[in-house]
């Protein structure tokens, strides 16, 4: 056995080399792949984190977004007391508002109707207490920068009103003149 061992001394050593580096080689690459994943562990739990944060930071946003937008698109209805005005005369102001804005704006009034009670409107048919509605139909001369001056400014309001029946025609002398008929509704509430 001796001789066998003799012989074969290089392979044995060469055997013990490769076992010892292979052993060496499997501890070394274990312990690396426990720390990847306990590294790997803490990055997950730390992106979980940064994840809720973020979706709250998401949430705060768009209800700050919803809030934002509720108050700025929303139109008051305009209030005037219930014993200073007839219901006739709570539109004073809006008339003016309306008046102003025409004037503004660079168009010429060629005539206004006033309706008090306009029969399709859907406040006064839901007989709503203590909500008016009037209706003003305008028949107005300019240009289409004017006019479309006058469409932003109204939109700009604060107080609720619905513009209805928009009907534009060029002037025949002069195309460059747009004749509008328009309808615009206003709302009060007596408080």
Do not use: W
């Not at 700025?72 to 003016?96: D, L, R, T, W």
């Not at 007989?127 to 479309?148: D, H, K, R, W």
């Not at 009103?161 to 206003?186: G, T």
Request: aromatic content about 12%; glycine content about 4%.
């Amino acid at each position: 056995m001796n001789k066998l061992i003799k012989e074969n001394i290089l392979y044995i050593v060469i055997v013990i080399i490769v076992l010892f580096g292979g052993i060496y080689t499997m501890y070394h690459n274990g312990a690396m792949t426990v720390d990847t994943f306990s590294q790997m562990s803490a990055k997950q739990a730390e992106m979980q984190t940064k994840v809720q944060k973020l979706e709250q930071i998401k949430a705060k946003r768009v209800s700050g977004q919803k809030k934002k937008s509720t108050a700025q698109s929303g139109k008051v209805i305009y209030a005037v007391p219930i014993n200073q005005f007839s219901p006739a005369a709570s539109f004073g102001i809006m008339f003016e508002n309306v008046i102003t804005n025409i004037t503004n704006s660079g168009l010429k009034v060629r005539s206004i109707d006033y309706n008090y009670s306009p029969s399709d409107d859907k406040v006064l048919t839901a007989q709503v207490e203590g909500y008016n509605a009037c209706e003003l139909t305008f028949t107005t001369v300019g240009s289409y920068t004017q006019l479309q001056t006058f469409f932003k400014n109204i939109a700009k309001e604060k107080y609720l009103s619905s513009l209805y029946e928009v009907y534009i025609e060029p002037y025949d002398k002069d195309k460059s003149i747009l004749i509008a008929k328009f309808k615009i509704r206003l709302y009060t509430k007596s408080v």
